[in-house]
């Protein structure tokens, strides 16, 4: 057994009668180098590590009470009054009939390999002199002005979780990511984009491919004005597919559906997007960046399907917002740390891939706007109302072709429709950084403004 | 004030300096420690509960070592003398070409104490919880279709240290604390959200000075207004931005791209343009960390540099730009006290205090009459920009058409686009209901509270993201 879940195991002894106690224990390491003309302009090594304590209260008829505390470090003194100062919270919160901690399911976890021990290993030289590597790349190509930043980074971290209901869950993860963001200029005119390449460990990572695509989306950018404002279809990067998908599936949190935050509410069994579309979130596919054995409670991780051919089939519970819903949890906790409770969310969102890729998407669109960027994303997409309205770059759809590219545009909707409008689901399923996987994505009859 | 007396300094004068020599055992320009000690509480009322009551604590010290044009850096949740050294190791890992060691010797630092009436931990739990059940009652009682509600509080104090083998010591202790109400309104054509906040580097004595009640009643009324909302227009149109309707606009339309780290890198459209007009004559901006009180205020930043009043832009003229220490070394000029971090675990870079447009002499009621059609923005959500282009958004959270010099139906959220430089140009009322709102800004992964305050002004053209034709 893990040293950290032996930790986390040792407080639960001091739980009181008729109480009960959920331990969470995180460290971690992370290191982050970056590189500017030629020279390391930053290395940062550092550990973390920390503590997050529930207490729930017996509480009677009314209901039991939950409190919590967290402290950013493992010492026996801080943690022994992290767990005083959880309980002292639990006296103050609502008795609710529904909150309790999370019991197991007898859901078997999945066996992924996400610790990578080479990564470890690998010496410090070789991570330098990759980030100096992918500047170098990008700073030579043509029409690049700048590299404003070149970032390599990894990190490992352990996770234990153990409460005096039964959970006992230990995962440890590694991940190494490159990153870059490019200036590109050509006379007065300045555009920019980014790449990044992620992965398990330091050979998993592509600094070329990294390059090549910061290089790709900020040259061509170039020349970039301003397009004439009226509805046409709309074609989204891969990229900008997992940042949609992302809000969405905050509309498909059952906490946000028993608070009455998700215009899914109400919805199940109903027609919410056109048939082709089939959304399912699967953390125990490894492939996914965030894939995982154990939710934020300790209970397995499952694949859940959310939509099914257009219909919306359910949404993702943790314990609590699955005991409101009168429901059973579907081992969708997330947490961000030690230093927050759990929520209910996904962490592998894909749609089913369609048949097409990013080149047949945009012939079969024809005519329209294809979009490499977005921006004001928290700004402009409410998952409570649905509404939809975001800055975009990209370039225009010509003859099933990209033409000349655009900048200071936004396009609108709403999610509600979005999902009813759309024309065609690539198959380039990309897992990208975050919570969903992204592919080419069509969708027809949206306001471009602009001029 | 109370007689707060200073707390024990997080790190000993002599550890201070032994760390710092040993930082700089093989060589460097300069080594830094910075120490912090957060103690934080937070409350959310949700679904008419008192969900979670929480506590943190958070201390532990950042140690850089900067040699030439590199900087190294490594964190420790330790502060004994073994911690620090170990950090101070790591840190100097990057002076690998083993130059000669120095001592470091400290001047004293006047002990820091928390500037606030009340502070937040002699504050019963039950009061805060007190304030959630008010605000949740009130904006309830706003109106039949308020069918959600959360309330969030939220109180921390930092208590930071900084030493540098520049001779800098110094100390801070920040207080500060919030309330922010969400509502959720449904009617037939949907559900709408309303937000409110207040936000102060304050203790608890906030809320002598703010009626929580008016808070929450702000954000369900916004919620229920837009239940009638219609689409916002699309293209270009004039825009008339409410005093205190969020100030966002100049944090993202030059704020950012007036930061040195950008500048320096030739990464921002504001490079070069000291002494330029970049704006309308009528736009003077400063940024000013020593406005007490507001959400961006702090005595020393996280370099140990006193917050200080900068004027950015003055009317209209680009007059400098925001420095942090390093990219003043860079320029062989002083840092203009602009250097923060989210926490101990981060390097600082440039940030923004509490950015502010002086008002104007315009009456705000005759900005809005003489604007035959356009778009009134009562308040301001996000935003985001594009040092590089100058390219930036931010979005609505309350607005409404303009027609015929009256303000009229309630429109949709959406995002408005524009260019920096370009829109800065358009501005072409600015009026005398100055107001600050807080915010939270986020940069490279590091989030830090901000304030951003204007008057009432008009922009002569800017696009506009709604789904009406």
């Given at each position: 057994m893990s040293e950290l879940l032996e930790l986390a195991e040792s407080l639960l002894a001091r739980a009181r009668g008729g109480e009960e106690v959920e331990v969470y224990v995180a460290r971690g390491h992370e290191t982050e180098v970056r590189a500017y003309e030629g020279e390391i302009e930053s290395l940062s090594s550092a550990t973390s590590a920390g503590v997050g304590i529930r207490v729930l209260q017996p509480g009677g008829e009314a209901g039991a009470r939950l409190g919590f505390a967290w402290a950013g470090s493992l010492d026996q003194d801080v943690v022994a009054k992290t767990l005083e100062e959880a309980r002292d919270n639990a006296r103050f919160a609502t008795p609710d009939p529904h909150v309790r901690l999370a019991r197991p399911d007898g859901h078997p976890p999945a066996d992924l390999e996400l610790w990578q021990a080479d990564l470890l290993e690998t010496p410090a030289d070789r991570k330098t002199g990759l980030a100096l590597d992918l500047e170098r790349q990008v700073r030579a190509a043509d029409q690049i002005r700048q590299v404003s930043s070149a970032d390599y980074g990894d990190e490992w971290s352990e996770v234990a979780l153990a409460s005096t209901t039964g959970i006992r869950a230990f995962t440890r993860r590694t991940a190494a990511y490159l990153s870059v963001s490019a200036i590109a200029g050509e006379g007065g005119d300045t555009q920019t984009g980014t790449g990044f390449s992620v992965g398990?460990?330091?050979?998993?990572?592509?600094a070329d491919r990294a390059a090549a695509e910061a290089v790709v989306r900020s040259t061509r950018m170039l020349g970039a004005t301003k397009a004439r404002s009226g509805r046409c279809a709309v074609v989204f990067d891969p990229r900008v597919v997992s940042t949609i998908l992302a809000i969405v599936s905050s509309a498909l949190s059952g906490e946000a559906v028993v608070k009455g935050?998700?215009?899914?509410?109400?919805?199940?069994?109903?027609?919410?997007?056109?048939?082709?579309v089939t959304l399912v979130d699967d953390p125990t596919d490894v492939r996914a960046f965030a894939a995982a054995a154990y939710d934020g409670e300790g209970l397995a991780c499952r694949r859940n399907v959310l939509v099914e051919k257009g219909e919306l089939e359910g949404f993702l519970f943790d314990t609590l917002s699955a005991e409101r819903a009168g429901t059973a949890p579907t081992g969708s906790a997330v947490r961000g740390g030690y230093a927050s409770t759990p929520g209910a969310g996904c962490r592998a969102l894909v749609l089913a891939p369609g048949d097409l890729d990013q080149a047949g998407v945009l012939e079969g669109v024809g005519e329209g706007l294809f979009v490499q960027s977005v921006t004001g994303v928290h700004s402009g997409v409410n998952p409570v109302s649905g509404d939809f309205s975001v800055g975009a770059e990209g370039l225009m759809i010509r003859g099933g072709s990209l033409a000349e590219p655009v900048r200071e545009v936004t396009v609108a909707s709403t999610l509600q429709r979005m999902l009813l409008s759309i024309l065609h689901i690539g198959g380039d399923v990309e897992w990208l950084p975050g919570i969903a996987a992204g592919q080419t994505l069509a969708i027809g009859d949206m306001q471009l403004s602009g001029n | 004030m109370t007689d707060t007396l200073p707390a024990e300094p997080l790190i000993g004068h002599d550890v201070l300096e032994r760390v710092l020599g040993a930082a700089l055992a093989r060589g460097g320009d300069m080594a830094e420690v910075f120490a912090e000690d957060r103690q934080t509480t937070g409350a959310v009322l949700d679904d008419r509960r008192i969900e979670e009551l929480s506590s943190g604590r958070e201390r532990g010290a950042g140690i850089r070592v900067v040699v030439g044009e590199t900087t190294g850096f490594a964190h420790t949740a330790d502060l004994s003398e073994r911690g620090l050294l170990d950090a101070a190791e790591a840190a100097a890992a990057v002076a690998r070409q083993g130059g000669r060691g120095r001592t470091v010797g400290l001047g004293s630092a006047a002990a820091a104490v928390p500037r606030v009436a009340v502070l937040p931990e002699t504050v019963a739990k039950a009061r805060k919880l007190e304030l959630l059940r008010r605000a949740d009652e009130a904006a309830r009682g706003a109106g039949g279709a308020v069918t959600q509600v959360q309330v969030g509080y939220g109180d921390s104090r930092r208590r930071v240290l900084v030493a540098s083998s520049e001779g800098v010591l110094a100390e801070d202790d920040q207080v500060r604390t919030r309330l922010n109400v969400t509502c959720v309104a449904t009617g037939d054509t949907g559900m709408q959200t309303g937000y409110e906040s207040v936000a102060r580097t304050l203790g608890f004595e906030l809320f002598d000075e703010v009626d929580v009640d008016e808070v929450a009643r702000l954000a369900a009324r916004r919620a229920i207004g837009k239940l009638a909302a219609r689409p916002a227009p699309s293209g270009e149109v004039p825009v008339v931005l409410a005093g205190g309707s969020g100030g966002i606009l100049f944090h993202e339309a030059c704020g950012h791209g007036l930061e040195a780290d950008h500048i320096v890198k030739d990464a921002s459209v504001y490079t070069g343009r000291v002494g330029e007009l970049v704006a309308s004559p009528l736009v003077t901006l400063v940024d000013d960390g020593t406005v007490a009180g507001e959400w961006g205020n702090f005595a020393v930043d996280d370099e140990g540099r006193p917050a200080a009043r900068n004027v950015l832009i003055e009317n209209g003229v680009l007059t400098d730009y925001l420095w942090d220490w390093l990219r003043a070394r860079k320029e062989g000029r002083a840092s203009s006290g602009n250097g923060r971090r989210q926490s101990y675990q981060h390097l600082p870079m440039v940030r923004m205090t509490n950015t502010f447009l002086l008002a104007g002499e315009e009456d705000p009621g005759e900005i809005v009459a003489q604007t035959p059609r356009g778009v009134y923005v009562a308040k301001l959500g996000g935003g985001q920009v594009n040092t590089a282009t100058g390219d930036f958004v931010f979005g609505t959270t309350e607005a409404y058409l303009i027609e015929d010099g009256r303000i009229t139906e309630p429109l949709r959220d959406a995002n408005l686009i524009g260019n920096g430089p370009e829109v800065l140009r358009r501005i072409d009322a600015v009026g005398t209901d100055f107001a600050m709102t807080p915010g939270t800004c986020g940069k490279d992964g590091q989030s830090v509270p901000v304030g951003c305050g204007q008057a009432t002004l008009r922009i002569t053209g800017v696009t506009i993201g709604g789904t009406a034709a």
């Open positions: 398990r460990t330091f050979a998993d990572l592509d935050r998700s215009f899914f509410a109400d919805r199940v069994g109903e027609q919410v997007a056109v048939p082709s | -």
